[in-house]
């Protein structure tokens, strides 16, 4: 397993990586819920009750409502973009809706609830700082609630919100409420999530989504869009250790910066700063970072999610495929490493299958050498190893790689612990891979 | 070593700041991993931005990527001006397609309405052809339509441009998979988040140039399907309809014969950002007739090529 014992950290004279005081101004969110639990009338709400709708999408809504021969206005037609979804009233692919608040705002990728899309899920929950799960307050927790739970634990979601919806149709009783909140509770817990907040909603009549109900007196917590105004985000890639993954030398030859040499990236966790010793993996030339470009001048410090410009005071070769770490918390440089991998294709994968692997800015051949389980997303553990990984599916493998790569495991890191498996001869992308051992 | 505290603006995370910070990664990606990129460049705001972008992305290197604008020959001056003396002062390469040269040879056909936007889709597959472009950089927004909602930021056509919504790649992470098949190329989009009021507040903060339609001016206008039109060669007015002098303002700029102005009187960024506050109506509902002929408008010329 990854080694996850704390490294020593740099000398105490230094300052640690302060932990981010702002709170950031985007939030990247998902939704998660089963077929009819209301997700698109919830995202609907949102974007309706935020303002982030306006006259026009409002009208062409009222018409399409009323040539299907509703009264209500549908606010899931919002949502559902195209015209397959619309004539057979489903979604079939990821849409990411905008709305924001003078705090903050927000990025939802709305994700189909249907069994055989959990491809879409897993895409949405790839980059989500926040999940909301719905629940229908009538059913509780199902089958697909602790698939779609078991998805956000495993790639690593950092919040979950368990929003317990139709409240309306059990007549707000508290009682309800709080039986589903504690099955979820328990099932989180069993999936190692931390602790959440549970909302009771009725996304139709928006109690508790943007403003406060009057039919739940006995519920004191936030509405969903107060929390999602205030929940801290965007800590756990600050404090995480320094990765700069390279994507390309800039070297103008111009004029004006006849010998420039910067390596253009995006600090992909932690805090860059000048003056910090580094070393490029895989290739292990070590330097020292000597200045952080911006088109707006220098700057002291870049970090997570910031694109900057790096100089180096030696000439060392470390160009696109890179990672740039300080010596004392490297990834690890690594030719065969341990993986979960979620299968997106409809072509199964058996062992021995040569592959493609992006991970960062790095591509490599690969062969997938064993499958060594599959992933019981009830548990999260995993069972006897199948013959073949299905569409949907999510197992263990072995890895051998053609080449290097620096590696984080991605419980230690999400932002360098992720990687694609691409097909090699039509480079589709085959699989989600996180990292569990190297 | 000294440690180095952090300056307030070092640790910035405004919300525009990592729209920026997106983009400029997306197209720092793509340029590394494809061999012949093009960005598609109208003169509107939105590939202002994009090339603003671009030019960030690759500073102090100059941009190693050629534009290209689909010409539907319905230009307002106004454009073309800006579109030039940008190209001329930034040292840009620019490969011009222009409709009327496909007309004129028969491989379109002049639309019984006059209007040109939806042949725009062949000059530029024709174009892309040509050049073996095979990574185009396009402004376009996934909040401007539903079926844009549901594209990704690197976004394969086949080898007839087309787009088909139920064979898009998962786009995991911030890993973009841009790989293709010889003839193939991929729609790169790095506004995809951005939202109309993102952009004009970043052309505010960045002092990005636009054309100066965008902002209040007097003009011969019509009235048709509830907006106003400009008066011109082509489409119109037509017979009933009353030309009148107006203060307007366009939000968009596309074919000038059917992109509509909405009356304003904003004449500079502030009082534009003002007006985008209080407005109730999308940019495209108020400006583009073509989006209106039906529910899936966008979706159809999307699967035919259109940017």
């Not at chain 1, 969110?29 to 009819?36: C, M, N, P, Y």
């Not at chain 1, 105004?229 to 250790?241: D, K, M, S």
């Not at chain 1, 548990?379 to 990984?389: D, F, G, I, N, V």
Request: with cysteine; proline share 6%.
């Amino acid at each position: 397993m990854a080694d996850l014992t704390p490294r020593p950290g740099k000398q105490v004279s230094e300052p640690m990586p302060r932990p981010c005081k702002q709170v950031s101004g985007l939030l990247r969110l998902t939704t998660a819920g089963s077929v009819d639990d209301g997700k698109s009338t919830l995202v609907g709400r949102l974007l309706h009750d935020t303002q982030s709708i306006l006259a026009d999408q409002l009208a062409a809504v009222d018409r399409a409502t009323r040539a299907r021969g509703g009264s209500q206005l549908d606010l899931a037609l919002f949502t559902d973009g195209l015209r397959a979804e619309r004539e057979q009233g489903i979604t079939i692919d990821v849409a990411y809706r905008y709305f924001a608040t003078p705090t903050r705002k927000f990025i939802l990728a709305d994700c189909p609830g249907h069994v055989q899309y959990t491809r879409n899920t897993v895409t949405g929950a790839s980059t989500a700082e926040l999940a909301v799960v719905l629940v229908d307050a009538r059913n509780g927790v199902v089958e697909q609630t602790r698939r779609h739970l078991a998805v956000m634990a495993f790639l690593r979601v950092p919040h979950v919100v368990l929003a317990v919806n139709k409240m309306d149709l059990v007549g707000f009783a508290e009682p309800t409420f709080r039986g589903i909140e504690s099955q979820f509770t328990a099932a989180a817990s069993a999936l190692g999530m931390p602790e959440m907040v549970s909302v009771p909603i009725s996304a139709l009549h928006g109690d508790n989504v943007v403003t406060r109900s009057e039919s739940t007196p006995w519920y004191h917590g936030p509405t969903l869009l107060e929390h999602l105004e205030t929940v801290p985000i965007g800590r756990e890639a600050v404090a995480e250790p320094m990765r700069f993954p390279v994507q390309l030398v800039l070297r103008p030859r111009t004029a004006d910066y006849p010998d420039y040499r910067g390596l253009a990236g995006q600090v992909a966790s932690g805090v860059l700063e000048r003056g910090d010793e580094v070393v490029a993996l895989p290739s292990g030339a070590r330097s020292t970072v000597t200045g952080i470009d911006t088109p707006d001048g220098p700057v002291l410090q870049a970090a997570a999610g910031q694109s900057v410009t790096v100089l180096l005071g030696d000439e060392i070769d470390a160009g696109r495929g890179e990672v740039l770490a300080r010596p004392e918390q490297t990834p690890r440089v690594v030719t065969e490493l341990d993986a979960d991998l979620c299968w997106l294709s409809e072509q199964p994968l058996r062992p021995g299958a040569r592959v493609l692997i992006k991970h960062g800015t790095r591509t490599v051949g690969a062969i997938v050498a064993a499958l060594t389980g599959r992933l019981d997303l009830d548990t999260l553990r995993h069972r006897e190893p199948p013959a073949m990984l299905q569409l949907n599916e999510i197992g263990g493998a072995h890895i051998r790689l053609a080449g290097l790569l620096a590696v984080d495991s991605y419980a230690s890191n999400r932002h360098t612990g992720g990687f694609l498996v691409i097909d090699t001869a039509n480079g589709n992308t085959l699989a989600a891979g996180l990292v569990t051992a190297a | 070593m000294t440690a180095t505290m952090a300056s307030p603006a070092a640790v910035d995370v405004d919300h525009l700041a990592a729209l920026e910070s997106e983009a400029v990664h997306i197209i720092r990606e793509v340029i590394a991993e494809f061999d012949r990129p093009v960005l598609l460049f109208s003169g509107g705001k939105d590939s202002a931005v994009l090339l603003h972008l671009a030019r960030r992305a690759m500073h102090p290197a100059p941009l190693p990527v050629p534009l290209l604008h689909v010409d539907t020959g319905h230009n307002f001056p106004e454009v073309i001006a800006y579109r030039d003396q940008l190209v001329s002062d930034l040292g840009l390469r620019l490969h011009v397609a222009a409709v009327q040269d496909w007309i004129d040879d028969g491989r379109l056909t002049e639309r019984p309405d006059g209007t040109r936007n939806p042949l725009q889709t062949v000059p530029l597959l024709d174009t892309i052809a040509e050049h073996r472009f095979d990574a185009v950089f396009g402004g376009a927004r996934r909040d401007e339509d539903r079926a844009r909602a549901k594209e990704r930021i690197v976004s394969l056509r086949d080898a007839f441009g087309g787009w088909d919504p139920r064979r898009q790649r998962p786009e995991l992470w911030n890993l973009y998979n841009g790989r293709h098949a010889v003839g193939e190329h991929a729609r790169i989009f790095p506004l995809s988040n951005w939202t109309e009021l993102d952009v004009w507040t970043y052309v505010a903060r960045r002092e990005v140039p636009v054309p100066s339609i965008y902002f209040a001016h007097e003009r011969e206008v019509f009235a048709r399907d509830g907006m106003w039109l400009t008066a011109g060669e082509w489409g119109g007015p037509r017979n009933g309809e009353q030309v009148v002098t107006k203060s307007v303002r366009y939000r968009t700029v596309g074919d000038a014969s059917c992109t509509g102005a909405v009356e304003s009187s904003a004449v500079t960024i502030d009082e534009v950002l003002a007006e985008l506050a209080t407005s109730r109506i999308t940019e495209r509902g108020a400006t583009r007739a073509d989006d209106r002929l039906s529910e899936a408008a966008m979706e159809d010329r999307k699967r035919e090529g259109y940017f």
